[in-house]
């Protein structure tokens, strides 16, 4: 099982034991479905705005189980979709409201974690992005125009020389890249692990083992009871398609990740990454690391295929090609790594809605919540959804109530298996382009239009 295979469990410096189940039907103020970052954060900030309300959790395995313990701890302020596309659909202003909001997203995270005292191991050495052939340093270009010609100079995104480049990563091949100060690299199974035991220290119910069948306005069924609440919150993301009513809200796409053991001290002179710098390159098919805070790298990458249904399951946490290719590409991108062992390989299922546009909102008329389809940007995505919920459900609306994402409403996925051959022609696509801008340099254009036509 891929949750205890993973870094994060083995180095999280606990024992994981669940805690009991729902003990039969309960009447709660808020009921919160999966207890991930989306759930915990909702009850973290909507207790601390309101410590009479009774919250309870209801969590499938255990907290933290979900993408929240498994992710590459980017704790980023990446959002989908990026300022230009929110321009897009919302305007300039409302660009700038959410990179702005992004960017507190990423220092909360590391106020709460201090002020909880949580031991996330939170560096904020912000992000490299590196070209290392034409096509991406064309990507690059358009990406710092891009921002910049939407948001000016609130992102602080630079465009990076080689040599600026290899001042944060000596890779290979680079020709340059971009950096962004807005990001920091945290161990993310301690933060939702830690998040769970604060806010049950508070007097938040935490029902593990328990699946809910069904959210319905006034309830959540599950296996063990019912939760009778006034407001009831979906937190569920990847896993959202196994609850009824909810198939085709945003399909399950695997992201995989392997880990090494701890490089030695002269492995990483050669590599850099310094101040723990998250880094990736800017191929279509994304990839992502970390610098661990014991000196090891945790890579991962998109690219497992999107199994039909939108099933999720255990098995589909590896792949053996897959996590063979992601220890290839680390190995091209610093071929000392080849000297050292891969310790762990595990994965997790993100969540991503039709229009790639994530969203947050209370139906106030039904009493249902929700937030979700963060794609892989969700770490501090969901502290910022946890705090606008809280603010959404005791009606305190301010600034981030009014954010674009509030209420957005992407429509649904196309019905098998139309959804089957669309997320995977798409993903095949993708790593085409890459393997010919890799080989003639030029941007694949072609192949990418036609990516996104069908929404991938
Ligand atoms: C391998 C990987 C790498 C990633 N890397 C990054 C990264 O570096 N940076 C970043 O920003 N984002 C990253 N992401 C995405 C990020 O982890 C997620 O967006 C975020 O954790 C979502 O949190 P969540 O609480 O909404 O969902 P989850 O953490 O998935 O939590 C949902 C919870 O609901 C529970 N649940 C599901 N169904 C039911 C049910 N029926 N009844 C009861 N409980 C249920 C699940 O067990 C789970 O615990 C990555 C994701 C993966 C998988």
Not at 179 to 204: D, F, K, N, Q, W
Not at 227 to 255: F, H, M, N
Not at 353 to 367: C, I, K, M
Request: hydrophobic share 40%; net charge positive.
């Amino acid at each position: 099982m891929s949750f205890a295979d993973s870094l994060w469990h083995e180095t999280a410096g606990e024992t994981f034991k669940a805690r009991p189940p729902l003990p039969g039907d309960i009447d709660v103020d808020v009921a919160i479905v999966g207890a991930g970052y989306t759930g915990l954060w909702t009850a973290y900030y909507l207790h601390s705005i309101d410590p009479s309300l009774r919250i309870a959790l209801v969590e499938r395995k255990i907290a933290g189980f979900g993408a929240s313990g498994r992710n590459g701890g980017w704790c980023s302020a990446l959002f989908p979709p990026a300022s230009t596309g929110i321009a897009r659909r919302h305007g300039p202003d409302a660009a700038v409201a959410m990179r702005r909001a992004m960017h507190e997203a990423v220092v909360e995270v590391g106020r709460v974690a201090e002020a909880e005292g949580l031991d996330i191991h939170y560096a904020r050495g912000g992000t490299v992005q590196l070209a290392r052939n034409q096509a991406q340093l064309a990507r690059a270009r358009e990406l710092v125009e891009g921002e910049r010609g939407v948001t000016g100079d609130v992102e602080g995104l630079e465009l990076l020389s080689k040599e600026g480049a290899e001042e944060h990563a000596r890779a290979t091949r680079v020709l340059g890249g971009t950096y962004t100060p807005h990001c920091a690299a945290i161990h993310p199974l301690r933060l939702v692990r830690g998040l769970a035991s604060r806010v049950e220290a508070r007097g938040v119910s935490i029902f593990e083992r328990t699946t809910a069948s069904q959210i319905r306005p006034g309830a959540v069924l599950t296996d063990h009871g019912t939760v009778r609440a006034e407001i009831v919150v979906r937190a569920t993301e990847g896993y959202t398609p196994s609850l009824r009513g909810q198939r085709r809200k945003v399909v399950p796409l695997y992201s995989l990740m392997i880990a090494t053991e701890p490089l030695s001290a002269e492995a990483w002179d050669q590599i850099g990454l310094r101040h723990r710098e998250t880094f990736a390159d800017l191929r279509h098919m994304r990839i992502y690391g970390q610098r661990t805070a014991d000196d090891r790298l945790a890579f991962g990458g998109r690219g497992a295929p999107y199994h039909f249904a939108s099933r999720t399951r255990p098995s589909f946490d590896r792949n053996q090609r897959v996590h063979s290719a992601l220890r290839g590409v680390l190995v091209d991108l610093f071929p000392v790594v080849a000297d050292f062992e891969v310790t762990h390989e595990w994965g997790g299922a993100l969540g991503i809605a039709r229009d790639w546009h994530a969203s947050v909102g209370l139906d106030r008329r039904r009493g249902v919540g929700w937030a979700g389809g963060y794609v892989g940007d969700g770490v501090a995505t969901t502290n910022l959804a946890g705090r606008t919920l809280a603010r959404l459900i005791t009606s305190q609306e301010n600034g981030l109530t009014r954010l674009p994402w509030v209420g957005h409403s992407s429509r649904s996925w196309e019905p098998e298996p139309l959804r089957w051959l669309g997320v995977n022609a798409g993903r095949l696509l993708l790593s085409g382009a890459d393997r010919s801008e890799a080989r003639r340099g030029r941007p694949a254009k072609r192949a990418r239009a036609f990516a996104r036509f069908i929404g991938y």
